[in-house]
């Protein structure tokens, strides 16, 4: 069956976002989010089903990095890819609407592209990983199991519905690995075709792949993103990496999904010291 979103769409891999003209930037993720919906279930809903799931994962996002931007109509053109029953009688899906969609890529134009005076348009974004995974476990449910828990529990009382088949988040290590292993030429290619004189890499993960598929890397951000000492002094300080020749300056910061007020804290003062340019 593959890689399947609840209500049946299929996970497929996602291509690089391109920018518009000159690239300024190229930024690196660890793997691409989803179309997310607010989903209430119908009154019909199998007992001991919750009502309403927040933020569900239903498809992939238009585009890596998206903003959010237009997903009340993704969410209506899904409704009519996975035949959504809207309604309360037996049978029916219940209701939906969009929610909880471009974070990551509002928080990179925002917290990353703005201190370096840089637009989206003239950004090329691409993830390590080109698929989509879900979390399991953590102090609050994950999208993992919501999916188990309340949307395999709904499907399994609607005949038209399967339950979902996504594949679960890796490790650190073992994401890295993967990334190294089966996308070490997607992503040498795509920086060397971007044609950018800086790659942002977000995360420990992201910027781990960029230095183990590097000709060579050198400089302040060849130190991992792991508390202490090291990260206090090197955080947002520039290194240099070079693939097949192509030379590029090289920023290793945090995912902006990263909330850690240690890492929040060196992240302001990174775009403090954006903002006088030093």
């Known amino acids: 069956m593959g890689s399947v979103f609840p209500f049946g769409e299929k996970a497929l891999p996602r291509a690089p976002r391109r920018s518009e003209g000159t690239t300024l930037a190229y930024v690196l993720g660890a793997y691409p989010s989803a179309l997310h919906i607010r989903w209430r279930l119908p009154s019909s809903r199998p007992e001991g089903v919750r009502g309403e799931v927040t933020a569900l994962a239903v498809a992939d996002e238009p585009t890596v990095f998206w903003d959010g931007s237009g997903a009340e109509r993704l969410v209506e053109e899904w409704k009519i890819r996975v035949g959504f029953r809207t309604g309360d009688a037996a049978g029916d899906d219940g209701h939906a609407s969009a929610n909880g969609n471009g974070s990551s890529g509002r928080g990179v134009a925002a917290g990353v592209l703005a201190p370096l005076g840089i637009s989206p348009?003239?950004?090329?974004?691409?993830?390590?990983?080109?698929?989509?995974?879900?979390?399991?476990?953590?102090?609050?449910?994950?999208?993992?199991?919501?999916?188990?828990?309340?949307?395999?529990?709904?499907?399994?009382?609607?005949?038209h519905r399967a339950p979902a088949s996504l594949p679960p988040r890796p490790s650190p290590a073992s994401l890295v690995d993967t990334a190294v292993r089966l996308h070490h030429g997607r992503l040498r290619n795509d920086l060397v075709e971007s044609k950018s004189p800086l790659v942002v890499t977000l995360g420990e993960e992201a910027r781990s792949v960029l230095a183990a598929i590097a000709d060579t890397a050198s400089g302040p951000t060849t130190v991992a993103l792991t508390r202490g000492g090291a990260a206090e002094r090197s955080y947002g300080r520039r290194g240099e990496v070079v693939v097949d020749g192509w030379r590029m300056g090289w920023l290793a910061l945090k995912?902006?999904?990263?909330?850690?007020?240690?890492w929040t804290r060196l992240h302001d003062e990174w775009i403090a010291r954006a903002a006088t340019g030093s």
């Open 121 to 159: 348009a003239d950004t090329w974004f691409n993830d390590a990983v080109d698929t989509f995974y879900v979390k399991h476990g953590g102090r609050t449910p994950q999208q993992g199991d919501v999916m188990r828990d309340v949307y395999d529990r709904f499907a399994g009382s609607r005949p």
């Open 255 to 262: 995912h902006p999904g990263n909330s850690d007020p240690y």
